[in-house]
T-cell receptor
Framework: AQSVTQLDSQVPVFEEAPVELRCNYS??????LFWYVQYPNQGLQLLLK??????LVKGINGFEAEFNKSQTSFHLRKPSVHISDTAEYFC???????????FGPGTSLSVIP | DAGITQSPRHKVTETGTPVTLRCHQT?????MYWYRQDPGHGLRLIHY???????DKGEVSDGYSVSRSKTEDFLLTLESATSSQTSVYFC??????????????FGSGTQLSVL
């Protein structure tokens, strides 16, 4: 079975500052990794995903994440945040042959003007 | 946007009453999921379906049942609602085959309050 830990429940950051949202996972099998974003009063949408290949993946809105197999991490980064990035961010994991996608508890990113 | 419609969008009900939430898709995707979202817990999988009449349990299935009689519809039923089932419920869909987990498309959610 897989599980996901997001170490920070809330992250406040000033506008135009860099941000890193941390995600660690556990799994006994090969995994797919994801970051989803939820804007206020909306459903979730895919931000980026790691399936295979390059460990650095780029997503929408200038976000990127790096898969580190030895540390079982998949941290999300953005070099300069905007007010519009204020949202809830969820890390998720799935076994490559499994039916289920398991989500972490989420990190609330608040961008301060 | 993926064609996913959840109904109702909001529901207030009383403890002990049955409640059915509906998820309708127009994408002809094979996989459909029901999640609940609660503060501090993120999204937790309740049940999922991998085809018509093919369903399986997720992490928090107790107190819930599902049915899928058509590809496009996935129903979630709370047989006897309890206050602990007050939550936001999200339906999600994904393609089947090797790409089944590559991307989930989510509906807009149903806010359920059990008084």
């Amino acid at each position: 079975a897989q599980s996901v830990t997001q170490l920070d429940s809330q992250v406040p950051v000033f506008e135009e500052a860099p941000v890193e949202l941390r995600c660690n996972y556990s799994s006994s099998v090969s995994v797919y990794l994801f970051w989803y974003v939820q804007y206020p009063n909306q459903g979730l949408q895919l931000l980026l995903k790691y399936l295979s290949g390059s460990t650095l993946v780029k997503g929408i809105n200038g976000f990127e994440a790096e898969f580190n197999k030895s540390q079982t991490s998949f941290h999300l980064r953005k070099p300069s945040v905007h007010i519009s990035d204020t949202a809830e961010y969820f890390c998720a994991v799935s076994g490559t042959s499994y039916d289920k996608v398991i989500f972490g508890p989420g990190t609330s990113l608040s961008v301060i003007p | 946007d993926a064609g996913i419609t959840q109904s109702p969008r909001h529901k207030v009900t009383e403890t002990g009453t049955p409640v059915t939430l509906r998820c309708h898709q127009t994408e002809n995707h094979r996989y459909m999921y029901w999640y609940r979202q609660d503060p501090g817990h993120g999204l937790r999988l309740i049940h999922y379906s991998y085809g018509v009449k093919d369903t399986d349990k997720g992490e928090v299935s107790d107190g819930y049942s599902v049915s899928r009689s058509k590809t496009e519809d996935f129903l979630l039923t709370l047989e006897s609602a309890t206050s602990s089932q007050t939550s936001v419920y999200f339906c999600a869909i994904s393609e089947g085959g090797q790409r089944k987990n590559e991307k989930l498309f989510f509906g807009s959610g149903t806010q359920l309050s059990v008084l």
